[in-house]
């Protein structure tokens, strides 16, 4: 996904990002409970997304990912580090990339197409988890299933579904943003037409800087948050409604 140059601006960002985050986390236990919650968060939203895009790229015939050990649900083979403290610490990161090659894809289709479900499969599993999750945390509340236990772990349990459900939505969101390295560039492709396609690829890397200075200079966030806020906030009532809270 990043050449050498682009890791080392990366690695550059998450070092200054990540001690000035450990020094508020030093001097502010509410911040250092949240980040603890999130981490079942972050392991299950990356875990599905890779293992959805090995998924699908496996059932539309290529083998790549199975045979490089991506087709499971085992997060140690999903984890990319730089992308999971990104994510743990800034809210937006991303898991190991799952390799596909195109040459392999059934022949019922094009590979553009094929390569479009590839990339749109991670963000969907994304989004089909908050939805699970928010209908179990919601059914937990409706019938007071954890009545039985202590206040304070009945409440860490809500929490981190919560935070299940939100991080989910982040990702999945995030990841549909058209550009180079997103899901939402390869599902872009798909559409354009061939020479408008072929003018996007071959400048990849001026849309990866774009997506670079947007995310350095926070304008990323302001621009992802209040759609997560929004997704999340209708997910929660759509689903309170269906079971009668």
């Known amino acids: 996904m990043f050449s050498f140059s682009n890791k080392r601006i990366l690695y550059t960002v998450l070092i200054v990002c990540v001690s000035v985050m450990l020094l508020r986390y030093m001097t502010n236990l509410s911040s250092l409970y949240s980040l ?15 293992y959805a895009h090995a998924f699908a790229a496996y059932k539309l015939g290529d083998e790549t990912a199975k045979s490089q050990g991506r087709l499971t649900l085992n997060p140690i083979k ?11 610490f800034l809210g937006f990161g991303w898991g190991r990339p ?3 090659d195109p040459r392999n894809f059934n022949r019922n289709m094009s ?10 499969a991670g963000p969907a599993a994304n989004f089909i988890l908050a939805i699970v999750f928010s209908i179990i945390t919601a059914l937990l509340i409706k019938f007071n299933a954890l009545d039985k236990m202590n206040y304070r772990a009945a409440l860490t349990i809500i929490e981190i579904l919560q935070s299940i459900v939100i991080l989910n939505v982040g990702l999945g969101l995030f990841n549909l943003i058209p550009l180079p390295p997103l899901d939402g560039s ?14 996007f690829r071959n400048n990849e890397q001026i849309f990866y800087m774009v997506f670079m200075i947007l995310w350095i200079t926070g304008l990323l966030g302001s621009i992802i948050s209040p759609a997560i806020s929004v997704v999340y ?13």
């Open 36 to 50: 603890l919650i999130s981490i079942p968060a972050v392991l299950v939203a990356i875990t599905f997304h890779e």
């Open 78 to 88: 999903h984890m990319d580090p730089v992308g999971i403290l990104m994510l743990l």
């Open 98 to 100: 799952v390799q596909i």
């Open 111 to 120: 590979a553009k197409k094929a390569e479009a479900i590839v990339a749109i």
């Open 186 to 199: 390869k599902v872009l492709c798909a559409f354009l037409p061939y020479n408008v396609e072929m003018s």
């Open 233 to 245: 906030n209708g997910l929660t009532k759509l689903i309170e409604s269906i079971v009668g809270m």
